[in-house]
């Protein structure tokens, strides 16, 4: 499935979705909340298809072309205005792709484990390499990236990787998602221990990367419909800096930022490309 847009009066893309469905290609309209419904395309061969209608569609969404089809789907439909709701594993699923769903479980096993009294075995494991001997164990590179020690910090962590992470995975495929993620986990995790130890785990190094690597996108190549809200840019530039500030909890800071310029680096890089291919 391929998500187009989203749109808050779904009585309106309803009329899209029959005038496509008149074509023989299924749009199907999901609720995302706060008033916000999807438009997904399911099948992908359509999407070139799709888009360019859907551009004719919201610069006249009026044509007649569009009241017609709505007037004779409905008599093909039960019910004249309805939408397939998802269940809760269902919308997960539609936005995300199989490595932004493999590394959400991954979390969430290795937390429950820690939880379990395997914390100091797992953390032995699974940390940044903090000696010589521990550096050729390539795992810990990119392993710290998924301990999460409370359930806040996993809670805030995952539902990020989901959301950006789910993005950039279904517009650029999986192997771009595991690129950002080795690189950024790798970067973000040296940089860490170099200020303060290998004494820290989790994915918001990653996390901060995605931030970095969507905003670069969204400004450098907006044609590929990568971006991220300026409130949300803003509201983690200002974690982070709080992050730097305040006295009180154990940040990673120093991953954070790193993660965030590794991923403005990438950004910049594969926007330069696209305007190149």
Not at 34 to 46: I, K, S, T, V
Not at 195 to 220: D, I, P, T
Not at 234 to 242: I, N
Request: with cysteine.
């Amino acid at each position: 499935m391929i998500r187009l847009l989203t749109v808050s009066n779904p009585r309106a893309a309803q009329a899209f979705i029959d005038y496509m469905a008149s074509r023989k290609i299924e749009v199907r309209m999901m609720p995302e909340g706060e008033g916000q419904f999807a438009l997904w395309l399911l099948d992908g061969q359509h999407q070139i298809e799709v888009e360019v209608e859907l551009e004719h569609f919201l610069s006249n969404p009026t044509d007649n072309k569009y009241q017609a089809a709505s007037w004779a789907m409905a008599e093909s439909r039960t019910n004249v205005f309805s939408y397939h709701m998802p269940s809760f594993i269902d919308m997960i699923k539609v936005k995300a792709g199989p490595v932004t769903l493999f590394g959400m479980v991954l979390c969430i096993v290795v937390f429950a484990l820690l939880q379990l009294g395997f914390r100091n075995n797992l953390f032995s494991l699974l940390h940044f390499p903090a000696d010589p001997s521990q550096q050729i164990q390539i795992w810990r590179w990119f392993t710290h990236a998924i301990l999460h020690f409370s359930a806040m910090h996993i809670v805030f962590n995952i539902l990020w990787w989901w959301q950006l992470g789910g993005d950039i995975e279904k517009r650029l495929g999986s192997l771009k998602l595991l690129q950002i993620f080795a690189i950024s986990a790798a970067l973000s995790g040296a940089g860490q221990y170099w200020v303060e130890g290998a004494n820290f785990g989790g994915l918001s190094g990653v996390v901060y990367a995605l931030v970095g690597y969507l905003w670069m996108m969204g400004v450098k190549a907006p044609h590929l419909g990568l971006n991220m809200p300026k409130p949300l840019i803003g509201f983690m530039l200002v974690w982070l800096v709080l992050g730097f500030v305040q006295p009180y909890m154990a940040i990673a800071n120093t991953a954070h930022l790193v993660g965030l310029i590794s991923g403005v680096g990438l950004g910049l890089l594969d926007a330069s490309k696209k305007k190149l291919a």
